[in-house]
């Protein structure tokens, strides 16, 4: 039995997209009507015949919706949530996918007043964005973390449960600000420095006669896979998730001290140690099968 009979999309992008496809692989008699803010992305969706209805606003997106899927950066999840609650019929669940969690609990709660809330994190996505960068397949295999409110309906929590389920994913249930700590370290974090070194390379260019991007390759060349993620959506995760953020950095900073203080006094010993102990997390990383073992991770250098 499915889940839901009527999903509705707000956000066509690379999330909203993946799910809209994932959803007429799997559950191809589920209902599927949507929204974007950008009408050329809203006409883009119509061209390629993502979803069943697209609608012009969000609110009527959701008029017969038995689950609504926010799929919108962070910093917008309270206006839009504003602008579909006159609309939302009172059964609905609303969920969303934004990757700082307790901050959007509260902007929801406040805006849906009596709606069942079901906040979501799919731990899964690439560099790209827009309707045509999605696939069906993006979230097999990968984490989708639900954190639901104490007192939240445990029916609700299983049918959003269930359906991530439908679409591959493995479930985690957890609480929103334990999320955002976890986060802060596996995905904020890594962004932050990616986003740094590539602008500090980018600074030297003038310096190094261009030869940083030339001869970018290995580390660097993956940095920038990173630091070409949607500026909108993780500036809006920067500030939503500062605190978590702000208090990982200050660790980051007092171990990379620690590091540089061990370069130049030549502690070797150090710098091993720290290197084997980093190469054990990457083996542990490949054998719950959260990335790829082969060599240069699977390219092709054809």
Known sequence: MLPFARVAIIGLGLIGSSIARAVRQEMPTVRLSGHDADPAVRARATAIDLLHDIADTPGAAVLDADLVILCVPVGAMASVAEQIAADLPADAIVSDVGSSKAGIAAALAAALPGQTVVPAHPVAGT?????DAGFATLFHGRWCILTPAGDADPAAVMRVSTFWEKLGADIEIMD????????????HLPHLIAYTIVGTASDLEEVTQGEVIKYSAGGFRDFTRIAASDPTMWRDVFLSNKEAVLEMLQRFSEDLTALQRAIRWGDGDALFDLFTRTRAIRRSIIEQGQDDARTDFGRSHD
């Open 176 to 187: 929103a600000r334990h999320h955002d700590l976890v986060l802060a370290v596996t995905s």
């Open 127 to 131: 560099e790209n964005s827009g309707p």
